[in-house]
């Protein structure tokens, strides 16, 4: 098999994943690409919520759990932060696929898909045989639909005051900015390459959901939410050309402020807390 063709298999595998996790790894060096040359890489990552985060999700899960579903003013409103953290991080698994191409300069642009999102970037570094240090920024715009039939919209029935028992993502769009920044080193045969660095970001959603009413009853209503988010990064990769196998963990602070419509109301949350995205990609240069 050709690496052409080894790189399409390993692309249609990750497109194949049914999971849309929040998870968007960057996965490249801090080195750019000389002029013309094009790498494509393919893999999947993994998002975990910690602390606040975490604890959000525990309390829909709960509600869920409970007879009856969250009723009183403190359940409903750890209903709302769950289900803020579910759909806006949006931990579980995802796909990674991308391809990225040297401008020359040291200056390279890139395109990735992660499953929930796709993503376009570019970026400047400052480079020497074996350090640099790349600034980049990146357009992000979510579209998800992990359930493609969702409920009829009859919420006005389900009430203001109604039990919480769940809520499903059925569609979700937004948009969002990165600002990464890289320094990293390679070795003299470049077989080695190790990066660390520096993101923030923001990111405002817009989602259809199928929320669970009382005794398992369905209804389409709307959420939105404004992610803020900072963290750091720290990736290797290992190969010789033209194929590399990379590993990067992401963590970040991560902060939702955002609205649920139940029935005649709008229930509004905010939720903080640390995520992590472990991620591996194989990569090939063209």
Not at 75 to 84: N, Q, T, Y
Not at 211 to 228: D, K, N
Not at 252 to 262: D, P
Request: net charge negative; aromatic share 6%.
């Amino acid at each position: 098999m050709t690496v052409r063709g080894g790189a399409l298999v390993i692309a249609v595998g990750a497109l194949a994943l049914p999971a849309c996790g929040g998870g968007a790894p960057l996965l490249h060096p801090a080195h750019t690409l000389p002029e013309g040359q094009v790498t494509f890489a393919a893999g999947t990552s993994g998002r975990f919520t910690l602390g606040g985060l975490r604890e959000a999700e525990d309390q829909l899960d709960a509600a869920g759990a409970m007879r009856g579903g969250a009723t009183t003013p403190a359940e409903r409103d750890g209903f709302v932060k769950g289900a803020l953290s579910r759909f806006a991080v949006a931990p579980g698994v995802a796909p990674f696929v991308a391809a990225r191409v040297g401008l020359g300069h040291h200056n390279e642009a890139g395109l990735t898909y992660t499953g929930r999102a796709f993503r376009l970037d570019g970026r400047h570094a400052f480079e020497w045989p074996n350090l640099a240090l790349s600034v980049g920024a990146m357009a992000t715009g979510a579209l998800a639909r992990p359930n493609k039939q969702p409920p009829i919209d009859v919420s006005e029935q389900a009430g203001g005051d109604a039990a919480l028992s769940n809520v499903t993502l059925a569609s979700l769009t937004g948009y969002g900015l990165d600002l990464p920044v890289l320094f990293g080193y390679r070795s003299d045969a470049d077989v080695v390459k190790i990066w660390t660095g520096l993101r923030a970001g923001f990111e405002r959603d817009s989602a259809n959901v199928a929320l669970v009413v009382g005794p398992g009853e369905s209804y389409a209503s709307q959420a939105s939410a404004t992610r803020l988010w900072g963290g750091g990064l720290l990736g290797f990769s290992v190969g010789l050309a033209p194929i590399e196998v990379r590993v990067e963990v992401d963590a970040a602070y991560e902060s939702v402020h955002g609205e649920l419509l139940t029935g005649g109301s709008e229930l509004t949350g905010d939720v903080a807390g640390w995520s992590l995205t472990p991620a591996m990609a194989i990569s090939a240069k063209f």
